[in-house]
């Protein structure tokens, strides 16, 4: 339950799937021997559930299939400049997620939630490269994690000055923020004649959300 900034609260889901599906990174929180750590790490989601991923010798990811763990992701939309210093903010989108995360071990499970974690950052990328090893997938640990306990938060318009202040004569107003792709840069050892992917061309044409 939110209980500071009520007002900028979601309740509806498509909210939280929004927030989370436009990401491309989250932060996992998590407990290593009595010691708090936040780890960035990419995700994807089917339905409900969120998939995260890491090595099988990962202290921080043995340590969450012990004890609740904390999963956010963020996206800064503007910087928010008030007429007074007290009431600067920002315009974000923000979701947390907290519960205890499951090991996954259906090996249909853990293909699929590697192709979400895969497609999350790459949409399209699983189909076109070869795919995990038994080795590899021996060496990757993927984690789940529900949705049903979460939270959204959501800022987006103008300055809320004290009222008194409107007739200040201070700019106010909005730094909107915009993150952009680049062009393809090929790898160096790339053999000649290979073309870039349609599903890649197509990213540097878009505003990441």
């Known amino acids: 339950m939110i209980k500071r900034g009520k007002k900028r609260a979601r309740t509806d889901r498509a909210d939280l799937h929004a927030v989370l599906d436009a990401g ?14 936040v780890i960035p790490t990419g995700y994807g989601r089917i339905g409900e559930t969120l998939y995260l991923h890491g090595s099988t ?3 921080s990811l043995r340590a969450a299939y012990a004890s609740p763990v904390c999963v956010t992701v963020t996206h800064l939309d503007g910087v928010v400049l008030a007429r007074s210093a007290f009431h600067h903010s920002v315009n974000y989108r923000s979701a947390m997620i907290y519960g205890f995360a499951r090991e996954v071990e259906d090996d249909g499970e853990r293909l699929d939630g590697l192709r979400a974690i895969t497609e999350q950052l790459a949409p399209g990328q699983w189909d076109v490269v070869r795919p995990p090893s038994g080795k590899e997938l021996a060496a990757t640990a993927v984690l789940a994690l529900s949705l049903e306990e979460a939270s959204v938060k959501i800022r987006q318009g103008p300055p809320s000055d004290d009222e008194e202040d409107y007739a200040l004569p201070l700019w106010a107003g909005v730094l909107p923020l915009r993150s952009t792709w680049g062009a393809p840069e090929p790898d160096p050892r790339l053999a000649p004649g290979v073309p870039v992917p349609e599903h890649v061309l197509r990213r540097p044409n878009a505003v990441r959300d």
Do not use: E, T, Y
Not at 24 to 37: A, Q, T, Y
């Open 57 to 59: 010798g990962a202290a």
């Open 24 to 37: 491309l990174i989250c932060h996992l929180g998590v407990l290593v021997d009595g010691s708090p750590r």
